[in-house]
């Protein structure tokens, strides 16, 4: 009897051992995001005791290696950022929300179990393969028709970018979409109502937030695009004015110029306070899609 | 009436199309690269040493077994990590401020653009940590980025497994983690198998990162060990397609491309193959 006891008192120390190695093991995640975080932070932080956050933040010219006056502000790289995810999700949307309404209410179950795996695939393609298809065929293409000496533009890398997140979008929407109850559909049309209708009337508006929450997830992602953003750009470093103009996003700018760098100079620092600002800015995009998706969740679980 | 009907053919007609749309044009990116990418394809290619001077005459070995190298570094040490990570999420933890912290934290991690994880792998893998820039940095960072992929497909595959299979064997007398260990992760191995060779997969594709924390485009020998540098297939592709004198430069990232395409594309199609083979085997 008493050679039993020990026994369940061994094995429930050894369970409660397991237990706490499990969430101690689960706290590393948290470290990596706290800890990128602060390693952003404290090699940005040379540049904010001596620039401003106005002087980085709206400062029209990025000019790290002029003698004399190197520029630091980056307000030409967040526009190139914004044209870029702008341009992309525009392209992306209307295709990637049709998708999404076809695959979760007219498509049939065999079209649905083809198209969903190719957009996985699409998916799975890495952007440097983006960028390289829009070197040699997209910016040449792009040139001819608009009748530019190159095609290496906003315009070209919107596109590239398109195509990167229309998965996102499609996945997500169709997501939030097939979760909605089936009795919104069967009670709309038993109302007299067409499909279509209830679509339009019914099913989107109650979807609307949920799809809101992939719209942003997909612009966290466009944001962060590096490579095939980097391959098709342009990357000059004036102003952009215009879509026809070649960008130099965020993102960009940090992998062309990092292996460049002398470690702990000036320029170096200058790029982690990129880094931070992208950082920040995709932290909010996701927190907010984030926070918009646990929201519809709730409103639809029953 | 009528017309109703005939303005819904025609908007479904639309969606069908612009679903179709995506098919059309993932073949046509494959069906571009390939026609491009596969006359320069061939044994010498595929197994020789990449040759500086004329490329023409040499291959990819090194990036080829550089970025199978990278891939191993990074199933050691994201798939435990996940794993565990995961099973106390859905098994252990209870609906606490931790918890949601933790879950907050997986979801969040998974939106960090791939660079700003490189930028973090150079501050703190290659120069802290002093690791230099090598294959063991490389294998370190990517990690930390497919952990939460790992995390949230593991998840998947422990909730699918219902929820009876846990209180037989408790009700057996077994403890948890022995009712984990043995009736619900053996369940649940395919599901992780799959999510995690997806999101390995994705990493691999990765450029950005490893840029910053060990790929480099050139070394005549293969990494002896994980503290030297180490070609990789993206990068290699990167740099023939935008920083290469040669002519043929770009027709050779298009044979780059792929390699890669296909050692992509085979290892989600097999883990696709995988999924439906055990979704077919099982019986509840």
Redesign the interface.
């Known amino acids: 009897m008493r050679k039993h006891l020990v026994q369940t008192d061994c094995f429930r120390h050894k369970e409660e051992l397991i237990r706490v190695g499990l969430q101690v093991v689960s706290v590393v995640t948290l470290l990596i995001l706290v800890g990128i975080f602060l390693f952003l932070f404290i090699n940005a932080f040379d540049v904010f005791s001596t620039l401003s956050l106005k002087e980085f933040l709206l400062g029209r010219e990025w000019n790290p290696i002029a003698y004399g006056q190197p520029l630091w502000g980056i307000l030409g790289l967040l526009k190139g950022t914004f044209m870029v995810t702008f341009g992309g999700l525009l392209l992306a949307l209307p295709i990637g929300l049709s998708t999404a309404l076809y695959l979760s209410f007219v498509a049939s179950r065999k079209v649905r179990e083809i198209i969903k795996p190719v957009i996985e695939l699409i998916a799975s393609i890495p952007s440097v393969v983006l960028g390289l298809l829009g070197i040699v065929f997209l910016s040449p293409f792009i040139a001819q028709i608009f009748g530019l000496p190159s095609g290496l533009n906003a315009l070209s890398a919107s596109i590239v970018v398109a195509i990167m997140i229309l998965p996102t979008i499609i996945s997500i929407s169709e997501d939030v979409l097939s979760s909605l109850p089936s009795t919104f559909m069967e009670a709309s049309l038993a109302l007299g109502a067409t499909k279509w209708q209830t679509i339009k009337m019914v099913l989107f508006p109650a979807a609307r937030s949920g799809i809101l929450a992939a719209i942003m997830l997909a612009l966290g992602r466009a944001v962060g695009e590096t490579m095939a953003v980097l391959m098709v750009a342009g990357n000059a470093r004036a102003f952009p004015s215009s879509f026809f103009d070649p960008v130099r996003p965020m993102t960009a700018t940090i992998a062309i110029e990092i292996k460049e760098v002398v470690q702990g100079s000036f320029h170096y620092h200058a790029l982690f306070a990129i880094g931070l600002v992208l950082f920040l800015l995709t932290f909010l995009i996701n927190l907010i899609g984030d926070l918009i998706i646990s929201k519809q969740v709730k409103k639809y679980r029953w | 009436m009528v017309t109703?009907?005939v303005?819904?053919s025609i908007?479904?007609f639309?969606?069908?199309?612009?679903?179709?749309?995506?098919?059309a044009?993932?073949l046509f990116?494959v069906a571009?690269?390939f026609s491009?990418g596969v006359p320069v394809i061939s044994w010498t290619f595929l197994t020789s040493f990449w040759s500086h001077l004329d490329i023409t005459s040499g291959g990819i070995i090194q990036a080829l077994l550089g970025t199978v190298y990278l891939g191993i570094g990074v199933i050691v040490f994201s798939l435990p990590?996940g794993v565990?990570?995961a099973?106390?999420?859905q098994e252990?933890?209870k609906d606490s401020l931790f918890t949601r912290?933790?879950s907050?934290?997986?979801?969040?991690?998974a939106?960090?653009?791939?660079?700003?994880?490189g930028?973090?792998g150079?501050?703190?893998f290659v120069?802290l940590l002093n690791f230099g820039t090598s294959l063991l940095a490389a294998s370190c960072t990517l990690s930390?980025m497919t952990?939460?992929w790992i995390?949230t497909s593991t998840q998947e595959a422990l909730k699918a497994v219902p929820f009876s299979f846990r209180e037989g064997s408790y009700a057996l007398g077994a403890?948890?983690?022995q009712t984990i260990r043995r009736n619900v992760l053996p369940h649940a191995t395919s599901g992780i198998l799959t999510g995690s060779i997806?999101g390995v997969?994705?990493a691999l594709?990765?450029?950005?990162p490893i840029?910053?924390v060990g790929a480099t485009f050139f070394m005549d020998y293969l990494p002896h060990s994980v503290f030297d540098k180490f070609m990789a297939l993206?990068y290699h592709?990167?740099i023939l397609?935008?920083q290469h004198a040669d002519p043929l430069a770009?027709t050779y990232?298009?044979g780059v491309?792929v390699v890669?395409?296909l050692f992509?594309?085979v290892l989600?199609l097999g883990s696709?193959y995988v999924r439906y083979r055990i979704r077919s085997m099982k019986k509840w």
């Open positions: 109703k009907q303005q819904q908007i479904f639309l969606f069908s199309l612009a679903s179709w749309f995506s098919v044009l993932l990116i571009f690269v491009k990590i565990l990570t099973i106390y999420l252990y933890a912290i933790i907050l934290t997986v979801r969040n991690l939106g960090v653009p791939s660079i700003v994880y930028m973090f150079l501050a703190f120069l930390i952990i939460p995390i403890t948890k983690w997806i997969s994705r594709g990765e450029t950005a840029i910053m993206p592709l990167f397609a935008t770009q990232a298009m491309a890669l395409i992509i594309f989600n696709f």
